[in-house]
């Protein structure tokens, strides 16, 4: 069982939709919870990262740790063409090593 | 200006052959990595480089080597290469330790598109 699970999808949008992105994890040592987004042949890009539980939010895009569920996710507002991607989750410990553990991504399209 | 950059982008070359990819960061990080990401899209950690030690060496096969002349560089050398080395391979740095992004925050180059024939 791999440590952190992620569907794969694809998932396939209509442009204005919300967006809801999951990942599971086994681990409870882990404390830093990021997601990464990737554009078609180009490298992973940080989108946010969240310490422990809660909700973090930054414009169109909020990420939501529930620890005692092992569950992330990442919620997408009025969907948009741009957002068409992979979005990984990741995850890292407490203190942070050097080892981020990610999910293997899912494929996301926003039809306009 | 670009942050991590990444040399060539794209390989293709016959098995048995040995090449090698290089990496650069202009970020003034402490900690490199490389990355594989396969078809299905998963990125599987290999090697991690904090000021030119090795500190993680994942499972792989000893085939790929890494070497890191200085901080800001971190080149990987895969000798024999075989068809299951094709992939994508990514380059990352980070901050260690924690400065005001923290080291949970990894900057990916452009990848190299690996292709055995």
């Known amino acids: 069982q791999k440590e952190v699970e992620q569907d794969p999808g694809p998932l396939s949008v209509p442009e204005g939709a919300i967006v809801s992105l999951n990942c599971t994890y086994s681990n409870s040592a882990f404390q830093y919870f990021m997601w990464y987004r990737q554009y078609s042949r180009k490298g992973p890009e940080l989108l946010m990262y969240?310490?422990?539980?809660g909700n973090k939010e930054d414009g169109r895009f909020t990420a939501q740790v529930d620890k005692s569920s092992k569950y992330i996710s990442l919620f997408i507002r009025d969907s948009q063409p741009s957002d068409s991607a992979t979005y990984l989750c990741?995850?890292?410990?407490?203190?942070?090593?050097?080892?981020?553990?990610f999910g293997t991504g899912t494929s996301l399209t926003v039809i306009p | 200006d670009t942050a991590v950059s990444q040399t060539p982008k794209y390989l293709v070359t016959q098995m048995g052959n040995d090449k090698s990819i290089k990496c650069e960061q202009n970020?003034?990080?402490?900690?490199m990595y490389w990355y594989k990401q396969d078809s299905k899209k998963f990125l599987k950690i290999m090697f991690s480089?904090?000021?030119?030690?090795?500190?993680i060496n994942e499972t792989v096969p000893n085939r790929f080597s890494p070497k890191s002349p200085d901080k800001a560089h971190l080149n990987l050398h895969i000798n024999s290469l075989e068809l299951g080395d094709s992939a994508v391979y990514f380059c990352?740095?980070?901050?260690?330790?924690?400065?005001?992004?923290?080291?949970?925050?990894?900057?990916f180059g452009p990848g190299t598109r690996l292709t055995v024939t």
């Open positions: 480089y904090n000021n030119k030690e090795l500190i």
């Open positions: 970020l003034g990080h402490d900690t």
């Open positions: 990741a995850m890292n410990l407490e203190p942070p090593g050097n080892q981020f553990y």
């Open positions: 990352a740095s980070s901050q260690d330790p924690p400065g005001t992004s923290g080291a949970y925050e990894q900057y």
């Open positions: 969240t310490y422990s539980s």
